[in-house]
Structures are given as structure tokens and as C-alpha cells.
């Protein structure tokens, strides 16, 4: 490849839970810059899960568990071979794998039907962490999708 490769940005834990994941989520649920209402959504969406959950278990268990159950582990890619397209099963490198699972988290909690965005992600991590819910199932989708195209595995690059 001609050009380099980006350097990696040092990313700081958030100032709650000391944690550099949280930090990364809160970012990618970020608009417009507004860093600052990213984080008040997380902590809302925390909030609530521990109201839900009550004292049994650490909101931010619940979330790290929802998370790991929202991941994909395989996914397909386009491959033209001799005129015609094939979905080629890759395995994803695990930045990828994070990256997806928490934007399939936000972008599901977005189209849910709750008053705020807090209750929103709330629910929806909810859902995955029970695995149930769309981000869940857009994971079994294209596992599934994975497991079909198995035959042309032998294409990858």
C-alpha cells in the first residue's frame, strides 16, 4: 500500500469509571462535537440500568456483557472472482469487532421509542444484555450470513 498507516490516538479513560472503553463509546456516541452531552447520555443510560438491574449486579458489568454479546465475530466481504461476486466469511480484527458492536448499540438505541436518548441506550443495552433485541440480532444476522456463504471461504485473501 502506498500510503501510511494512521498512528493510533491515545484515548483518556472517562472521569466516572476510569475506564478508556467507556471513553470510546461515549465518542462514538457523540454529534456534532458535543462531548460533554455524550457523556451525560452515557451516565443517564447508567443511571437507569442501575434502577433496573437494582443492587445485584454493577451497571457497568451489564454494559461490558451487553457489549461482548452485540460484537461479531465474522463478517461477509464482496469478492469479484472471474466475473462473478461472491460473499466471502472473513474473520474481523478485534478493533473492528469493537467499533461495530458499539455502533450497532447506538444506532439500535436511537430508533427505539423511549423519551430520551439515556433511556434509549438504557433499553437497548438491556435487550442485548438479556440477547434479545435489534443489535443482537443484527450480530445473528450476519453470523448467519457468515455461515452461508462457508463454501468460498477458500477465497480469502
Known sequence: MRKTKPKK???????????????KFVNNIMLRGKKSIAFKIFYDAMDVL??????????????????ANVTPAVEVRSRRIGGATFQIPTEIPNA????????????????????SMGQKLAGEIMAAYKEEGAA?????DTHRMAEANKAFSHFRI
Open 96 to 115: 473492528r469487532k469493537q467499533s461495530i458492536g458499539m455502533k450497532n448499540l447506538i444506532n439500535f438505541a436511537r430508533k427505539r421509542h423511549e423519551k
Open 50 to 67: 442501575a434502577q433496573k438491574i437494582g443492587e445485584e449486579e454493577n451497571p457497568l458489568e451489564v454494559w461490558k456483557k451487553a457489549l
Open 136 to 140: 443482537f440480532k443484527k450480530k445473528e
Open 9 to 23: 490516538r491515545i484515548i483518556l479513560p472517562d472521569p466516572k469509571y476510569n475506564d478508556v472503553l467507556v471513553t
